[in-house]
């Protein structure tokens, strides 16, 4: 069946350090990426997204991730991270690639300590 | 900036009594979905809707669930009978230009 992992869960870091969030799907076919954040309170909101083009995205609050193609995944990575970061993140994929449902990983709370 | 609003933000039940959750998609988008969050699981797609009809539907979106789009800025969600495991975090979406925006959600709490 097709699928969406993360594979941590539960994130802690502290202040200025660097993060890398890992996404990995199972489908061979086209696919559309994307990353959300949830922060406490508040709704899903789209970091960045990946449709085609150069593999390398950036996002918004200086986050970015790369697909890789050969290894169906879509890291996100953020080289400082503030406290403000701290939040639920999300890896999506569209399976269809034609923008219908999303399926989404299990998600990776972030915590980062001052 | 035009944002996905649903109301009302929390809603508790009986089970066995009918709710029905309120979106008001951006204004020029055309696809709409609703999923769902149990706490501490993951987002699951419930139904996608376009062109005033289901296009997809998961195994979860059994006859108890149905959409309407009643009129040309709302778009429901009904579940007839809820259930206890109908307890979540209800979100709507809709989308435009492969991109899915997603409203701040209504918690339902079935009792």
């Known amino acids: 069946a097709q699928s969406v992992s993360q594979h941590n869960h539960h994130v802690i870091l502290s202040e200025a350090a660097s993060l890398e969030l890992g996404c990995n799907y199972s489908?061979?076919?086209?696919?559309?990426l994307f990353w959300y954040v949830q922060y406490p309170g508040q709704h899903l909101q789209l970091l960045l997204k990946?449709?085609?083009?150069?593999?390398l995205v950036k996002g918004i609050k200086g986050f970015e991730a790369e697909f890789i193609k050969s290894k169906f995944s879509f890291n996100l990575r953020k080289p400082s991270v503030q406290w403000s970061d701290t939040a639920e993140y999300f890896c999506?994929?569209?399976?269809?690639?034609?923008?219908?449902?999303?399926?989404f990983g299990t998600g990776t709370q972030l915590k980062v300590e001052l | 900036e035009p944002e996905v609003t649903q109301t009302p933000s929390h809603q508790v039940t009986q089970m066995g009594q009918e709710v029905i959750l309120r979106c008001v998609p951006i204004s020029n988008h055309l696809y709409f979905y609703w999923y769902r969050q149990i706490l501490g699981q993951k987002v699951e797609f419930l139904v996608s809707f376009y062109n005033n009809e289901i296009s997809e539907k998961s195994e979860i979106f059994d006859d108890q669930f149905s959409v309407e789009r009643p009129d040309g800025s709302n778009f429901t969600l009904k579940i007839r009978s809820t259930k206890l495991e109908d307890s979540a975090m209800y979100f709507c979406?809709?989308?435009?230009?492969?991109?899915?925006?997603f409203g701040p959600g209504t918690r339902l709490t079935v009792t």
């Open positions: 979406a809709s989308r435009a230009w492969g991109e899915q925006y």
């Open positions: 990946y449709f085609s083009g150069d593999p």
């Open positions: 999506a994929v569209d399976l269809t690639g034609g923008g219908n449902k999303l399926t």
């Open positions: 489908y061979g076919g086209t696919v559309n």
